[in-house]
């Protein structure tokens, strides 16, 4: 038996496994509201699958396409990365067919129950009034700092979390709400960088981190144990002086 036949490639295995989740989100035997989160998720999950793994595929086939680098194959099932983009295109597009249908009749199932998706171009001006000021008392306070917040917690989120998921995942994110409030995105990725700089060679996922820990003979969890505090005293410090000082706005 071939390695071909007894793997399936990465890519189109975690497409299987949104399908999965994607499923809960029409299985009647789930919660409408549970149902509703579970599409949520599956959007989320494509996001960030785009976002990283599809536009790492992409820009590897550009250049290959451009002979600026040398075709490479996936090891385990031989697929080059253009072969991988031409096999999720299809599969995407069907399983987002899939997903509008299940959250056209999610909205169906949560008026039969008195709750309704509010159409904020059809409101009438008391209405608009009302979610305006609810708005700038509630929401805004909380939106307009985000970056500030997120980089105040990227430095625990850095690690546990891929630093590739939070720079092309949940930093663009960031960047796309904070911009309505005239934040510039220079400003959102130094807010990042400055909090993630410090814990760079700390993070379990930094490969230099390993190669100093062995020329020094010195496990890992030592390391963090007694570094950390340190590194994320430093960032919060920095990331106070630059909003404090007004380098970066909020």
């Known amino acids: 038996m071939s390695d071909?036949?007894?793997?399936?490639n990465r890519e189109l295995s975690w497409l299987?496994?949104?399908?999965?989740?994607?499923?809960?989100?029409?299985?009647?035997?789930?919660?409408?509201?549970?149902?509703i989160k579970f599409l949520a998720i599956y959007g989320s999950n494509l996001d960030e699958f785009f976002m990283v793994r599809v536009g790492s595929?992409?820009?590897?086939?550009?250049?290959?396409?451009s002979k600026t680098k040398k075709e490479k194959r996936e090891n385990k099932t031989n697929m080059t990365a253009a072969e991988?983009?031409?096999?999720?295109?299809?599969?995407?597009a069907q399983l987002q067919e899939e997903c509008d249908k299940f959250y056209a009749k999610?909205?169906?199932?949560?008026?039969?129950?008195?709750?309704h998706k509010v159409d904020f171009d059809h409101l009438t001006k008391e209405e608009?009034?009302?979610?305006?000021?609810?708005?700038?008392?509630?929401?805004?306070?909380?939106?307009?700092?985000?970056?500030?917040l997120f980089a105040a917690i990227n430095s625990p989120l850095s690690m546990v979390v891929h630093g590739d998921a939070l720079t092309y995942g949940i930093l663009p994110i960031v960047n796309q709400i904070v911009s309505a409030y005239g934040i510039p995105a220079a400003a959102v990725g130094a807010a990042f960088l400055i909090t993630f700089g410090p814990?760079?060679?700390?993070?379990?996922?930094?490969?230099?981190t390993y190669m100093g820990l062995g020329l020094t003979n010195?496990?890992?969890?030592?390391?963090?144990?007694?570094?950390y505090k340190w590194a994320f005293l430093l960032a919060v410090g920095m990331l106070a002086f630059v909003v404090v000082t007004g380098v970066i706005p909020f």
Do not use: C
Request: aromatic residues 10%; charged residues 25%.
């Open 57 to 65: 595929l992409q820009e590897r086939a550009n250049l290959e396409q």
């Open 4 to 8: 071909e036949s007894i793997f399936i």
């Open 128 to 148: 608009e009034h009302l979610w305006k000021k609810y708005f700038q008392s509630e929401l805004f306070p909380i939106l307009s700092p985000l970056h500030i």
């Open 199 to 208: 814990a760079i060679y700390i993070m379990p996922m930094t490969a230099a």
């Open 16 to 35: 299987d496994f949104n399908r999965r989740v994607l499923a809960l989100g029409k299985d009647k035997n789930v919660p409408l509201g549970e149902r």
């Open 106 to 115: 999610a909205l169906e199932n949560l008026a039969e129950n008195g709750y």
């Open 218 to 227: 010195v496990e890992l969890k030592d390391h963090i144990a007694f570094s």
């Open 84 to 92: 991988q983009l031409a096999a999720i295109m299809p599969k995407t």
